[in-house]
Each structure stands twice: as structure tokens, then as C-alpha cells.
């Protein structure tokens, strides 16, 4: 098997919104609007971007947890938004999600164990007897003891419970994990014990992450390849070294400049962007961020950025903006 | 870097055991003592066994059992034999409001359950699908029997079932689940947008799955408490129902009691009244403590997660 | 050096819980003068949080109490003002802002009619005087059309307006305090930004002390002069902001500092990690808070409490103080 794991071609996922007296008015809110890019085996893809940009819903609809309103999905080649009922089943086993909220993921009145093998009981994984070591086994992978099996939820800290969620969605050894910030709720301690399990679970399994963050300081610790959403679009995709050390998009150079730093002696820089993120149901024209971009040119206002591949060595950095258009010329 | 720790993870947690909470360690477990907490609740409690005995020493015949039976005269005032005196027919008061008890809880226990269960059902199942033709059967369902006047509603079915004791208890079950079905509908639409459910649905489970196995045990508060509530509901009906003639028509019950006195106050004999009466008011205010307290200890916002 | 504006003396508070009492800030002493701003930095249950409420005289009732020790604003003894004469400083002399402005503010009110009765009551200007104003504080928090945003209600804001409308509440009045918990926690990172040098802005202008109570060591390092880090209730390092980030002292403030993935230029094969979890407040240790999480305790930390003690131009409260080397990472 060669070829990426994961390819996502043209998803879009676009909500009927009702406005006005009595519903009457219809508008479409894009959440989800044309998104393309493929994950290799054993890497992870960094998905950043502001709240309402639509990276949760891009993570859902690629898991078919939102119903994709057009686009493609391919999990090794087989596409995922074409499968019926039973079919998708089947596939759930190969792709899996980790969740935010740690207190909200796990369901409340069911202990540990229950919530370990319903999976495992579901995608028939062996007898009860194997099932039980099965679960076990899983609470080891993810460094909890063998009596943590028969507590509840509600017993454990956060970032217990996010090991928890970890070890569920590990349980049918899928090759994807899609994990919608799951560290951003945790301490920076804990935060940084969960990082490092993912990392080692990665290496050990050789499983792919698609990893959504706000977070751009985690979001380059744990990517290959960085995708940096804004207004329901991949404005930028580059492999991580190359996008942190010369971004091309103008939001992906604001974003990163507004990280607050952990150091006192460099509070110089900082391009703050002015305005904020325009509604996702009435997007501008042209370009979506020529309203906040500091380097915005009449084009902008009047045609969508063609997406451009300026990477080198056979690694790809695309980028949709004007600046990078060779026939727009700056 | 003078940190030693870098490559203990993921042991380096420790083979984690569960942050040890104090004392009782399941949801219920922590009710269960914040209710013992609360005074006002445990009498509540104390009331209801006390009638819950009661009604069972009838069902096992321990008592109650000479409610019909002529054992005096008529009339008689309270006495060491009688204590709340006799009917006109000579019948044991006390025996017929002893008797009675087990007629509320009856009814009581029945459309309780009955009613919770088709709430529970139709609630889940509206919220799971809201916005969707199942949704909008079961809105429109119930729309229809909240518009009905409920003595209408009794008097037509018992008229339709010509006399079937059961008449009554149809009648109350058809209504009373409408309110549990609309409260557990707003739980299980606010339940369904958490992360747990949309981890079920990543997992492949079947939607039914998701609601009856995931959902509704996380509606059990809601269940419970208004269990006791159509509980209430259903004995204060029975009385109203029973002393219009509409109700329990084979037995006696304190709706029945009342019904009888009515002649008998103006002719200045009380105890039929004072008994029925009185029995009722405790059994209803000692359930309205427990149902209150219920909810306190329930309620998942209470401070001291 | 000025007279501090605010002077927290051993001031400890109280929280009853199913579990029983438990001490959620343990011995707490600080201070801060006019026009600085200090950041209090810890995890979540460090007590930080409750530590801001207790100074605004807002602790839960009747769970949590102030137990002991002392809280001096300009002079003025707060922890023995009643409930009237708090309310009276409120909004005046010290206000707050909140981590989630859509619960702070009244969803049934428009931003004009809340901020108008923050200066009717305090300052009581007229009806009309009020609104002026309150469209001119709209205005230098930046918000854009402030005339128009008066008169909408905060559903119609999005978070960062929201929270710019939170400050001009809170500033309105012109506080010699601000105490701001989480400021910008819900808020994206370009509105953080934006937020955080508003605040900045407005506190030059007219000289307001500033408390930022947070959890991120990347907001503490670009706003705050002076820090204090907190640990299950207590203060285990204070130091000007540089010198912390410089030589931490504290091994956890260390350990903090090295486990925040940052954006740096070579990415790292593993974090440092702080093993383990905070212990829980109902459970505490006899000895050093953190020992049980310490590469370097030894039988004096499990055993004893370390106190305070002054080294360099840091407070620590640590027997194994990190030394002088250079800062990691």
C-alpha cells in the first residue's frame, strides 16, 4: 500500500441557516468551503486556525460525523463519503476522534471498563475473555493502572480522562485519528504528558493524527505538515519547518506573530491585526482576508486567490494569496 | 537543562490510579448522602415508608382486609374498637382509609411507572430526532392530548371502555407523560451536542444504541424526580375522579370516602372526612418533601462536583 | 518606591466542600503599587482565581471565607468593610473583569444601559453625562461605531467586543485596581492580542494597578512587571517578571517554563514534562507541596514546609532552589 492515507479533495460542508421573521429568509453559512490536502502514514497534519474558521467542522466532516455537503474523502483509497450505512461502519474502526472536552467525552454513568469495550464488543474484537485484556492492555498503553478499569469517569482528573479518551479511540487500532484540540482544556504540565503520549503512541503504532489546534506553539510541536484555516478555506499548507520559519500567507505571518511569547526580553515585534473575523455567512468578496490584511491591493477585493505551489524540493507549500500569483505580479 | 524528567512519560504519570475523591465514589452514591443531608427530605421519606408499609400489610392481607365487612353499628363515634368510628353501614373507617392507602399506591405506582416510561421514550426519542418527522409526530401527539380537558378525556375513555376499571389509569397515563416526554426532549437535545455522543456515533453505534444506552441513563434525575411528581399527581386525581363518580368504582378509596361524606357532614358526622382526608394530606405533603429533596440532591449544578 | 496601592498580608481563605474545609489559598502576602501590573500565574485549583475574589470581596457564600490575614487598599481595611461599603468601592476604587464576558454582562441590557449604571451610581452623573461617557470609554477601548454599539445588546458582540465592552465597564470609573482573572482566555490569539495592549494602553493613561491572574507564562511574560507564581495555594516564587523567566528559582516555575511548547526554531523529539498531577486540595502533603513532582526532594522537602526566603531579586519557597546557570530552552 503507497500513497497517502488520507486524502481530502474539495470537502466542503455548508449549513442551511434560517434568518428573518418566521425563518423565511435563507442563507447558507460555509463552514467547510473547498479543502484539499492529503496526510502521509505515520505523520500528522496540524489544522490551525481562529474559533469559526471551521476547522472542527473540517474534522468532523472527514470522519462523516458531519455529512459533507460536497468532496471527496479517501482513507486508503476507499472514499469514505460514497459508503452506506453499514459500509461506514465498517470503516469507523479505521478512523477514530479524541475529543476537547475532557469532562464531556466520556458518558457519565458508565465505568471505564464499559466504556473501553463497547467498541471492541461492537467491531467484534474476540471473546469476552480477549476483550477483557484487550481493555487492560489499553490502560497501559496509555499509562493508567489495571485499577482504573472499574472507576467512572467523574474520578479521575483531566488529564486522566483525556488518557481515557485516548485508550477508546486506540481501542480498534485505527490508522486515523482526528483530535479536535485535545490538549487545549489541560494544564501545561499535564498538557505536555498527553503530547508526549501521542507522540510515542505515533511512533509505536505508526498511526497518522489530523491535529486541530488554536494553539500554534503545540501545533508546530506535533505536525509534519501545517494547515492554517481562515473563514472555512486552507489559505496556507506547508511542512511545519518551512511554514514557522517563512510563512507566505499574511494571516499565517499575523497569527504567528501574535503567540505571546514566554520570554520578557522580546515584547518589541508584534503586528497586530486590526478588525476582526467577518461573518461566515456573508464572507467578503475577493480574497476573505483582504478586510484585515496589512498588505492588501485593490485585486483583493475583486478575485479569489488561486492557490500556488511555491515549495521546493519536490515538498509542497501551497498558498492562496495574491502576493505569491506570478501573473499578478507585485 | 537541569529538568529530570523528560523521558519518564508516559509512566511518568504513574501508573496512574484515579485522583481519589473522598467517600462515596458514583454519581448516585453522592445523592444518596446529600439527600440523607437534607431533614425536610428524610422526613418526606419516613411519611411515604410509613404508607408504603401500610399498603404493602393490605396486599399481604396482614390488614385492611374487613374494609366491606359490617363489624359495628351505624355511625359509631371514634372508640378503642373503632378508631375512627363507622360508615352508616356499620363499616370500620379506619379499615377503609387503611384499605385505601393501598388503592393510591396502586394507582400511583402504575401510571408512574407507565407514564415515565412512555415519557422517557417518546421524550428521548423527540429530542435524538428533533426537527425531523419523528419528532414532529410525537410534538404533535402530544399536542393533541394537552388540549384535551382531562375530566373530558377520563369521562371519554371510561364511557369508550364502558366501565373497565382500568379506564381511569388509561386516562391518566395518556396524559401525564406529555410533561416527562417534554422535559426529558429538552435534556436529550442539550445531551446529544456533548462530545460522549459524538464519540458513540465516531464509534459506529446505531443511533437507538446511542439514545437508550448513552442518553437516557443520563436523564435518570429527570425520571425520578418526575416519577414522584406524577405519583402525587395521580392519587389527588384519583380522589377527584372517584368522588365525581369517574374513578374507582370496585374498591374504596379516599376519593370514594369523601364522596360518601358529603351527605353525611350536614348531618354532622365528620370522621368519613377527617379520615380519607387526612390520609391523603400526609401521604401527598410527605411525597412533595421527598420529591424536593430528590431534586436538590440531584440536581447536577449543585457546587461540590 | 512609591506607597503600595494594594498590600495582601498572610491572607488566607477558607472553602467548605462535601470533603470538608479545605484551604483553597494558604498564607498569601503580596503587593503592588500604582500604574504596575502583576500577573498571578498558576494551574487550575492553584487558588489563584479564588485568591482575586477574595480581594474583591467576592467569594462564594457561604462556602468560602476570608480565615485570616489582612487586605489594605490605599489605607482602607476591605476584609472588615460590610457588604455596603464594599459594594461602594466596587466599580469605583477597584473593579474586575471577568474570563467570560457573555456571563458578566447582563444579556437583557443593552452595553450603554450597564455601563451608564456602573456611572450613575459611582460618579452620579445624569442620565445624559453617563451615556457621553460611556460612548467615549466604547471608544478607547476601540471599539468601532461606538455610537451605535451603545445600544446593542451583548449577543449582537462578538467575544473580543465583548470583552472590550467588559473593560470599558470596569474602567469606567477610573479603579486604582484592576483585577482581570483569565482576561483573554476565551478569546482567539490576534483578538488576545488586540485585547491585551488595549489594556495596556488604558492603564498608562490613567495610571490603574493591574492584577492579571492567568495560566498562560506567554501572556504573563509580555504584559507584566512583576509575577507571582502559585501552587496548591500558595506562593512558591515572586520575582519581577524578567528575572523569573531568566533564572526561575523554583523548580516548578522552572518545570512550568520548560513544558510550554513554544514556537522555536528547531522542534523538539520530546517536552519536559512535570510528572504527575496536582495533588487535591482535601489531601495535602505535611511537607513541600510540590515534592511529590520534584527530581530534587529529598527528605527535608517530604518532611517540612519550605517558607519564603528572599535569593537574588526572587522570593522562593523551595530547599533546592534552582541555581544561577543560564536559562534552558
Not at chain 1, 453499514?86 to 464499559?114: C, E, N, W
Not at chain 2, 406524577?230 to 370516602?257: R, Y
Request: glycine fraction near 8%.
Amino acid at each position: 500500500m503507497t500513497g497517502p492515507l488520507l486524502e481530502v479533495r474539495e470537502l466542503a460542508r455548508h449549513f442551511p441557516v434560517r434568518a428573518g421573521l418566521l425563518g423565511r429568509s435563507r442563507q447558507v453559512l460555509r463552514a467547510v468551503d473547498g479543502v484539499s490536502f492529503e496526510l502521509q502514514r505515520g505523520r500528522t497534519f496540524g489544522l490551525v486556525g481562529e474559533s469559526g474558521c471551521g476547522k472542527s467542522t473540517l474534522g468532523r466532516a472527514i470522519l462523516r460525523l458531519h455529512e459533507p455537503t460536497s468532496g471527496r474523502v479517501l482513507l486508503d483509497g476507499v472514499d469514505i463519503t460514497a459508503l452506506d450505512r453499514a459500509g461506514l461502519k465498517r470503516q469507523r474502526k479505521h478512523m477514530q476522534m479524541i475529543f476537547q472536552d475532557p469532562y464531556a467525552s466520556l458518558s457519565p454513568r458508565r465505568t471505564v471498563d464499559r466504556i473501553l469495550d463497547e467498541p471492541l464488543a461492537l467491531h467484534r474484537f474476540g471473546d469476552k475473555a480477549q476483550r477483557s485484556r484487550r481493555v487492560l492492555e489499553l490502560l497501559d498503553i496509555v499509562g493508567l493502572g489495571p485499577a482504573a478499569r472499574h472507576r467512572y469517569p467523574h474520578e479521575f482528573s483531566g488529564g486522566q480522562r483525556q488518557r481515557i479518551g485516548i485508550a477508546r479511540a486506540l481501542a480498534v487500532e485505527p490508522k486515523l485519528i482526528v483530535a479536535d484540540e485535545a490538549v487545549s482544556a489541560l494544564d501545561v504540565s499535564v498538557q505536555s504528558q498527553v503530547l508526549n503520549l501521542m507522540a510515542d503512541l505515533q511512533a509505536e503504532f505508526g498511526l497518522s493524527f489530523v491535529f486541530i489546534s488554536h494553539d500554534l506553539a503545540v501545533v508546530q510541536h506535533v505536525s509534519h505538515v501545517v494547515g492554517v484555516m481562515y473563514l472555512g478555506k486552507l489559505v496556507e499548507t506547508a511542512p511545519v519547518d518551512r511554514i514557522y520559519a517563512m510563512p507566505a500567507h499574511p494571516y499565517t505571518r499575523a497569527l504567528l506573530d501574535a503567540v505571546p511569547v514566554a520570554d520578557p526580553t522580546r515584547r518589541d515585534k508584534r503586528l497586530v491585526l486590526s478588525g476582526e473575523v467577518p461573518s461566515p455567512l456573508d464572507p467578503p468578496p475577493g480574497c476573505p482576508f483582504h478586510t484585515r490584511c496589512p498588505r492588501a491591493m485593490p485585486v483583493c477585493s475583486s478575485r479569489v486567490p488561486r492557490t500556488i505551489d511555491i515549495g521546493e524540493n519536490g515538498r509542497p507549500h501551497r498558498v492562496s494569496c495574491h502576493l505569491h500569483d506570478p501573473d499578478i505580479g507585485i | 537543562m537541569s529538568l529530570p524528567t523528560a523521558d519518564m512519560n508516559p509512566g511518568a504519570d504513574g501508573r496512574l490510579q484515579p485522583v481519589r475523591k473522598p467517600a462515596n465514589h458514583s454519581l448516585w452514591g453522592r445523592a444518596v448522602a446529600r439527600f440523607a443531608a437534607d431533614r425536610a427530605a428524610m422526613v418526606g421519606l419516613a411519611i411515604v415508608a410509613v404508607f408504603f408499609v401500610v399498603a404493602l400489610g393490605v396486599w399481604l392481607g396482614w390488614w385492611g382486609g374487613n374494609w366491606a365487612e359490617t363489624t359495628g353499628g351505624q355511625w359509631q363515634p371514634p372508640s378503642s374498637e373503632h378508631w375512627f368510628g363507622t360508615t352508616i353501614l356499620g363499616q370500620d373507617i379506619f379499615a377503609r382509609a387503611v384499605f385505601s392507602t393501598r388503592t393510591a399506591f396502586e394507582i400511583g405506582l402504575v401510571v408512574a411507572i407507565a407514564s415515565t416510561l412512555l415519557g422517557a421514550l417518546f421524550g428521548a426519542l423527540s429530542g435524538y430526532f428533533a426537527q425531523t418527522p419523528v419528532d414532529a409526530v410525537i410534538l404533535w401527539l402530544k399536542g393533541v392530548l394537552d388540549s384535551i380537558p382531562f375530566y373530558l378525556f377520563v369521562a371519554a375513555i371510561a364511557f369508550a371502555l364502558d366501565g373497565n376499571p382500568w379506564a381511569m389509569h388509561i386516562a391518566m397515563i395518556a396524559t401525564f407523560w406529555t410533561t416527562t416526554a417534554r422535559l426529558v426532549r429538552g435534556e436529550v437535545m442539550k445531551l446529544k451536542n456533548l462530545e460522549f455522543v459524538e464519540a458513540a456515533r465516531a464509534m459506529g453505534l446505531h443511533p437507538l444504541v446511542i439514545i437508550f444506552r448513552h442518553i437516557v441513563p443520563n436523564t435518570f434525575h429527570i425520571l425520578l424526580v418526575q416519577a414522584t411528581i406524577v405519583f402525587v399527581a395521580a392519587i389527588k386525581s384519583e380522589v377527584i375522579l372517584s368522588f365525581l363518580g369517574l374513578g374507582v368504582t370496585d374498591s374504596v378509596s379516599w376519593g370514594l370516602m369523601i364522596a360518601e361524606s358529603t351527605t353525611e357532614v350536614i348531618a354532622g358526622h365528620y370522621m368519613n372526612f377527617i379520615a380519607a382526608s387526612s390520609f391523603l394530606f400526609a401521604l401527598v405533603m410527605g411525597f412533595n418533601l421527598f420529591s424536593d429533596g430528590l431534586q436538590d440532591a440531584l440536581d447536577p449544578r449543585r457546587p461540590g462536583r | 518606591m512609591s506607597e503600595a496601592l494594594l498590600q495582601v498580608d498572610r491572607l488566607s481563605v477558607d472553602f467548605a466542600t462535601e470533603a470538608g474545609t479545605v484551604r483553597a489559598v494558604d498564607d498569601v502576602s503580596f503587593s503592588i503599587r500604582p500604574g504596575r501590573t502583576l500577573g498571578i500565574v498558576g494551574e487550575s485549583g492553584c487558588g489563584k482565581s479564588v485568591t482575586s475574589l477574595a480581594l474583591m470581596g467576592l467569594l462564594p457564600r457561604p462556602a468560602g471565607r476570608i480565615a485570616t490575614g489582612s487586605v489594605r487598599l490605599g489605607g482602607v481595611e476591605l476584609t472588615s468593610l460590610d457588604e455596603r461599603a464594599l459594594r461602594r468601592l466596587r466599580g469605583a476604587e477597584l473593579s474586575m473583569i471577568f474570563q467570560e464576558p457573555m456571563t458578566a454582562l447582563n444579556p437583557v441590557y443593552t452595553i450603554g444601559a450597564q455601563i451608564g449604571a456602573v456611572l450613575r451610581r459611582h460618579e452620579r452623573l445624569s442620565r445624559r453625562a453617563a451615556r457621553t461617557r460611556a460612548i467615549e470609554m466604547l471608544e478607547r477601548v476601540g471599539i468601532p461605531l461606538p455610537t451605535r454599539r451603545i445600544d446593542e445588546y451583548p449577543h449582537e458582540l462578538s467575544g473580543g467586543m465583548r470583552q472590550r465592552a467588559m473593560i470599558a465597564m470596569a474602567l469606567s470609573c477610573r479603579p486604582k485596581l484592576l483585577i482581570a482573572d483569565e482576561p483573554t482566555t476565551a478569546l482567539d490569539v490576534t483578538t488576545q492580542a488586540q485585547v491585551l495592549d488595549q489594556i495596556a494602553e488604558l492603564q498608562q493613561e490613567l495610571g490603574t494597578a493591574v492584577i492579571l491572574v492567568t495560566h498562560d507564562l506567554g501572556v504573563v511574560a509580555e504584559t507584566c512587571d512583576d509575577a507571582l507564581v502559585m501552587y496548591c495555594g500558595q506562593v512558591v516564587e515572586q520575582a519581577p517578571t524578567r528575572v523569573l523567566f531568566e533564572t526561575p528559582r523554583h523548580r516548578y516555575t522552572e518545570g512550568l517554563i520548560a513544558a510550554i511548547p513554544k514556537v522555536r526554531p528547531q522542534r523538539l523529539a520530546r517536552l519536559p514534562v512535570i510528572p504527575g498531577t496536582v495533588p487535591e486540595l482535601a489531601e495535602l502533603p505535611r511537607g513541600c507541596r510540590f515534592a511529590a513532582r520534584c527530581g530534587f526532594a529529598d527528605e527535608t522537602c517530604i518532611s517540612r514546609q519550605p517558607a519564603l526566603e528572599t535569593l537574588g531579586r526572587s522570593r522562593v519557597a523551595c530547599f533546592h532552589p534552582a541555581g544561577e546557570q543560564a536559562p534552558s530552552a
